[in-house]
């Protein structure tokens, strides 16, 4: 049992004060910015109080970073890939848990071991495979023959190029694989009394029992799709299909030129709405589907 006193208490509430003041501290210093004039902006010391100037800010970074095209762009990659990911992984762990098969420990492990290997370590053979499709084939081809394949299919400057190589993830195959375990087996063997095949079972009680587990998924997972930079910046040359990410870039000032953070701040905090948004309207259902005990 945990003995509660004054002291301990004190120093909680600093510590929780200190952190929070951590935290909160770059987004103060965003919306100030984001609302003050350059002059104001770049003045030393830095006022934390807000101005006026915000909507005059907020037009000029929308115009110069073209923030209408990215922001759809940004959005479309987001919800494909939080669709896929949620999708795909709900399938995955559905197929490890429910089916009897002697390797499913295997591909499950084979899956997990995945998390230790971030995209910066697999975006060179990911984007070489995106880069031409077809390489695989020509390879294998080159081996019986020397057979030459002069077609060249990619997934450059395309929706499904941003989107497809990043719907795999384990975080998803793991949560959702750690909820079906919690489902007791009689479930399933009352379905299956009941004429229910897989198909149905899955979609007509496994999804409806793991909807808290959905919400928390796709929460996370739109903010990972919404945040990717490199990815973009590598597959993407057409400026119709530039994101968020890679239009803050060229809303930063010029090395020799005029210094207006505070058009930048308020670009940054444009882009910042949309997972806010999201995280805030999903906030109960991703607390309770990460630390929830009965399911």
Known sequence: MIQRTPVA??????????????????????????SQTMQQVNAIPFSFLPDNQFLTNAAQAWKRADLGTAMTNSLIMAVLVTAGKVALSAFTAFAIV??????????????????????????????????????????ILSLFGGIQIGIDWNLLNSYTGLTLPLIATATGTFLYRQFFMTLPDELAEAARMDGSGPVRFFFDMLLPLSRTNMLALTTIMFVYGWNQYLWPLLMVTDPSYKTVM?????LLPADNGTPDWNVTLAGSLLIMLPPLIVVGVLQRWFVRGLVATEK
């Open 98 to 139: 429910f089916f009897r098969s002697p390797l499913k420990h295997v591909f499950f492990w084979s899956v997990f071991i995945t998390l230790m290997l971030p995209l910066e370590v697999r975006v060179v053979p990911t984007y070489a495979v995106a880069a031409d499709l077809l390489q695989p084939v020509k390879s």
């Open 246 to 250: 890679m239009s803050l870039r060229s």
């Open 9 to 34: 208490n004190a120093v909680t509430y600093a510590i929780m004060v200190f952190g929070f003041i951590l935290l909160i501290g770059p987004f103060l210093v965003i919306i100030a910015g984001a």
